[in-house]
Nanobody, 126 residues
């Protein structure tokens, strides 16, 4: 049974930092891309960052602007999202997702990912 489990969300003040974790289990993800998406109330789900578990190649959304970084620990099958300089606009449910992308340019499309976690809430107060 494939599982992606996010953790690390919570309430933080503007300017603060959080580190989210996504622990994957149930299959080999060595060739997969693991991505973070987020969804704010009333908005569509949007791509944040992704990393390929074997090559380490990363993609990022424009709004990341160097504030967020993604990393992986292959031994633990875990991906991390380090978020710094958080603003209230970053408030959302953050999801991790895993996909064996056949077309790299589609990294930002949620439909390209086969497995999803349950999400973790991030709330940034002003």
């Amino acid at each position: 049974q494939v599982q992606l489990v996010e953790s690390g969300g919570g309430l933080v003040q503007a300017g603060g930092s959080l580190r989210l974790s996504c622990a994957a289990s149930g299959r080999t993800f060595s060739s997969y891309d693991i991505a973070w998406f987020r969804q704010a109330p009333g908005k569509e789900r949007e791509f944040v960052l992704s990393i390929n578990m074997s090559e380490g190649r990363t993609y990022r959304a424009y709004f990341v602007k160097g504030r967020f970084t993604i990393s992986r620990d292959n031994a633990k099958n875990t991906v991390y999202l380090q978020m710094n300089s958080l603003t209230p606009e970053d408030t959302a449910v953050y999801y991790c997702a895993a996909g064996d992308l056949k077309i790299r340019s589609r990294y930002y499309m949620s439909g390209e990912y086969d497995y999803w976690g349950q999400g973790t809430q991030v709330t940034v107060s002003s």
